[in-house]
C-alpha cells in the first residue's frame, strides 16, 4: 500500500526570511526548537543530515538526505527516525519540507512531511510539527535584536 498522506502546518513569525532561514540552518538554534537535537551536516544539496538525541529517555539517531536547499525560500531533506521501527530503506523514509514566505510584516513558514501511511501517523506527525514551529517562532523573534 503507498503511503500517500501528508502533515502540513504553517505559523506566521515576526521575522524575515533570512532570520528564519538562520533558525532552520544553524545547529545551535535548531538544538533550541527541535527538543533538544543535536543537528549535523554541511548544509548542501545531496549531503547527509543527521538528528541525534535523547526523547522521554531514549537515544535517537535519526538521518537523511538534503534534497533541495534555496536560501530563505525552502529547505528540504528526507528523514528516517530510528525510533519509527521502519526498515532503512528509500521507501521508509519521509520527506520533510520548509518553505518560507514573505507575507507583509510577517515570515510564513509552512512545514510538511509525506509518506504517511494512515490518519493517525498524518495527526501525530501534525501534531507534533505544530509544536515545532510554535518553538521555532519563539526562537526567532527572541533572537531579534530590538
Known amino acids: ?9 504553517s505559523i506566521s513569525v515576526d ?38 538525541g535523547e526523547y522521554e529517555g531514549k537515544k535517537y539517531h535519526d538521518k537523511g538526505i ?18 519509527s521501527g521502519k526498515e532503512d530503506k528509500p521507501e521508509n523514509y ?8 514573505k507575507k507583509d510584516n ?7 512531511q509525506d509518506n504517511i501511511s494512515n490518519e493517525k501517523e498524518k495527526n501525530h506527525s501534525t501534531e507534533n510539527w505544530k509544536m515545532v514551529l510554535k518553538k521555532l517562532k519563539e526562537v526567532i523573534e527572541s533572537e531579534k535584536k530590538y
Open 1 to 9: 500500500m503507498k503511503n500517500t498522506l501528508i502533515a502540513e502546518t
Open 15 to 52: 521575522g524575515t526570511p533570512a532570520e528564519v532561514w538562520k533558525a532552520i540552518t544553524t545547529p545551535q538554534l535548531i538544538k533550541k526548537y527541535l527538543m533538544g537535537t543535536d543537528v549535523s551536516s554541511d548544509w548542501k544539496e545531496g549531503s547527509t543530515i543527521t538528528y541525534n
Open 66 to 83: 538534503i534534497k533541495k536547499i534555496e536560501p530563505e525560500k525552502i529547505f528540504q531533506s528526507t528523514y528516517l527516525s530510528s525510533m
Open 94 to 101: 519521509n520527506l520533510v519540507t520548509y518553505k518560507i514566505e
Open 106 to 112: 510577517e515570515t510564513v513558514i509552512t512545514l510538511s
